[in-house]
């Protein structure tokens, strides 16, 4: 039987600051319609609970709203970027701040196992990280792979690991920073990934490479403007339909729904301040 995973990302979800709950919703009324055996939120669900516990609140329950099952894993957003993006200037990870994340969320990472594949869902904000959390994570990627069998392994985590290339230096936090991405990489030899879903960078994109398909999903609220954000996919919102296959086939495809508006960042200087 075929699973269907419907990933959403991005979010942006807030109480006091609701610009993007309208696109979430109208993607609620598309996902019921539907009925995916899994909602997968890819991360940066709230606006901005890794500083306001009242965005995390209201993100689950607004999920809760929905009446589906659902699984998330963090974003930036959701509890702080990884520690060696602390240049950036944005909050970075801590215990605290992931705390406040597992208990409005549950498990920070984690797998699950469908007919034919299992699925590792990480904190990426964890990889690289001195959080003693880090150990457990790369523990648990060493569980799920070791004990693989002839499954599948698709991994889900926040931000994608690279644009082009697995060995690209750059630092630009829009990726998997290399050293950690390397640890990763290294961590997955042995299991190496089918499909490597992510969000974060507000584009769609669907891309090969060494056998992995790579997938990007969207924004369910709102783009980032090419003058601060170079076009890598599709600025478009919407999200993923994953299709994992019982005998390890996989299709994946955007879905945009009707009527609903891709809003840009630029328009809402309340959110994250004047671009
Ligand atoms: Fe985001
Ligand atoms: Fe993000």
Same mark, same amino acid.
């Given at each position: 039987?075929?699973?269907? $995973?419907?990933?959403?990302?991005?979010?942006?979800?807030?109480?006091?600051?609701?610009?993007?709950?309208?696109?979430?919703?109208?993607?609620? !009324?598309?996902?019921?319609?539907?009925?995916?055996? #899994?909602?997968?939120?890819?991360?940066?669900?709230?606006?901005?609970?890794?500083?306001?516990?009242?965005?995390?609140?209201?993100?689950?329950?607004?999920?809760?709203?929905?009446?589906?099952?659902?699984?998330?894993?963090?974003?930036?957003?959701? /509890?702080?970027?990884?520690?060696?993006?602390?240049?950036?200037?944005?909050?970075?990870?801590?215990? !605290?701040?992931?705390?406040?994340?597992?208990?409005?969320?549950?498990?920070?990472?984690?797998?699950?196992?469908?007919?034919?594949?299992?699925?590792?869902?990480?904190?990426?904000?964890? #990889?690289?990280?001195?959080?003693?959390?880090?150990?457990?994570?790369?523990?648990?990627?060493?569980?799920?792979?070791?004990?693989?069998?002839?499954?599948?392994?698709? #991994?889900?985590?926040?931000?994608?690991?690279?644009?082009?290339?697995?060995?690209?230096?750059?630092?630009?936090?829009?990726?998997?920073?290399?050293?950690?991405?390397?640890? /990763? #990489?290294?961590?997955?030899?042995?299991?190496?990934?089918?499909?490597?879903?992510?969000?974060?960078?507000?584009?769609?994109?669907?891309?090969?490479?060494?056998?992995?398909?790579?997938?990007?999903?969207?924004?369910?609220?709102?783009? $980032?403007?090419?003058?601060?954000?170079?076009?890598?996919?599709?600025?478009?919102?919407?999200?993923?339909?994953?299709?994992?296959?019982?005998?390890?086939?996989?299709?994946?495809? /955007?879905?945009?729904?009707?009527?609903?508006?891709? /809003?840009? $960042?630029?328009?809402?200087?309340?959110?994250?301040?004047?671009?």
């Amino acid at each position: 039987m075929t699973f269907r $995973i419907a990933q959403i990302s991005d979010t942006h979800l807030s109480a006091e600051k609701p610009f993007f709950v309208g696109n979430f919703e109208r993607i609620g !009324e598309a996902l019921r319609a539907t009925g995916p055996d #899994l909602v997968l939120n890819s991360g940066d669900i709230s606006l901005s609970g890794e500083s306001k516990e009242s965005d995390l609140s209201a993100a689950r329950a607004l999920h809760e709203a929905m009446g589906l099952p659902v699984r998330f894993l963090p974003g930036n957003h959701d /509890l702080g970027d990884s520690q060696d993006l602390a240049a950036h200037g944005a909050a970075v990870i801590t215990d !605290e701040r992931r705390a406040r994340y597992l208990a409005h969320f549950g498990p920070d990472f984690w797998t699950l196992d469908v007919p034919g594949w299992r699925l590792l869902a990480l904190n990426a904000q964890l #990889l690289g990280s001195d959080l003693a959390a880090a150990v457990d994570q790369e523990d648990a990627i060493a569980e799920a792979t070791a004990s693989l069998g002839a499954r599948k392994l698709a #991994l889900f985590l926040h931000m994608p690991l690279f644009d082009k290339a697995a060995d690209e230096p750059a630092m630009t936090g829009r990726f998997v920073d290399p050293a950690p991405r390397r640890a /990763l #990489l290294a961590r997955l030899r042995t299991a190496a990934p089918a499909l490597i879903a992510s969000g974060h960078i507000h584009q769609y994109r669907d891309s090969w490479l060494d056998g992995a398909r790579h997938v990007w999903a969207p924004s369910t609220g709102y783009v $980032i403007p090419d003058r601060i954000q170079p076009i890598y996919g599709l600025k478009q919102v919407g999200f993923v339909e994953h299709r994992l296959e019982p005998d390890g086939r996989q299709e994946s495809r /955007l879905v945009q729904v009707p009527g609903m508006p891709t /809003l840009n $960042i630029a328009d809402f200087p309340e959110a994250y301040g004047a671009i």
